[in-house]
């Protein structure tokens, strides 16, 4: 929703990991998203997606959006790859609610009960291995909090005073 407003290019590292994956013609499940990226992450360090993104965000003109942010590394890497350009929001809402907004998605290797999507949670916001899955981290690194836990007008509201805010940092005024 933040690069509709801001009319940016998105680019998600998530998406990375399943472009990889498909190119590999293996499944693309949470587990297995989650296997290659920390493979990645132990193998090239922590900030190997962000920079694969980063690299094709230097070539967007004007603003760009970077989604799936899910290691501290990640966004230690876009950090420095943008410098002050670079504001990190994090985007939170109730497990149920992601848990219900996943299960509508329907996206191949979502999880599909409650308690596993709970377990999976847990773990990702967990700061375990340093190549792993950290959102507690990420989100004491985050510039700001967005609270994404009722409509999506509701929403635009909070994207656009939220990046209102930091309109100074930002390649383009919001409107």
């Known amino acids: 929703e933040a690069a509709k407003i801001l009319r940016a290019k998105t680019f998600s590292l998530s998406d990375e990991l399943r472009h990889a994956l498909?190119?590999?013609?293996?499944?693309?499940?949470?587990?297995?998203?989650?296997?290659?990226?920390?493979?990645?992450?132990?193998?090239?360090?922590?900030?190997?997606?962000?920079?694969?993104?980063?690299?094709?965000?230097?070539?967007?003109?004007?603003?760009?959006?970077?989604?799936?942010?899910r290691c501290a590394g990640e966004a230690q890497a876009l950090r420095k790859a943008f410098g002050k350009r670079f504001v990190l929001i994090f985007v939170d809402a109730p497990l149920s609610v992601r848990f219900a907004r996943a299960k509508k998605?329907?996206?191949?290797?979502?999880?599909?009960?409650?308690?596993d999507f709970r377990k999976v949670d847990a773990r990702e916001m967990a700061d375990?291995?340093?190549?792993?899955?950290?959102?507690?981290?990420?989100?004491?690194?985050?510039?700001?909090?967005?609270?994404?836990?009722?409509?999506?007008?509701?929403?635009?509201?909070?994207?656009?005073?939220?990046?209102?805010g930091f309109s100074s940092r930002l390649l383009r005024a919001v409107r």
């Not at 510039?143 to 509201?157: G, I, P, W």
């Open 22 to 69: 498909r190119k590999k013609r293996k499944p693309v499940t949470r587990k297995s998203l989650r296997a290659l990226g920390n493979a990645l992450r132990k193998k090239y360090g922590t900030g190997v997606l962000a920079g694969r993104i980063a690299a094709k965000a230097r070539r967007v003109r004007g603003n760009a959006v970077v989604d799936s942010i």
């Open 105 to 115: 998605r329907a996206r191949e290797g979502e999880i599909s009960s409650f308690a």
């Open 128 to 164: 375990g291995e340093k190549w792993g899955h950290s959102l507690r981290k990420v989100r004491k690194m985050a510039d700001a909090v967005l609270k994404n836990d009722e409509s999506l007008a509701v929403l635009h509201r909070r994207v656009r005073a939220l990046l209102t």
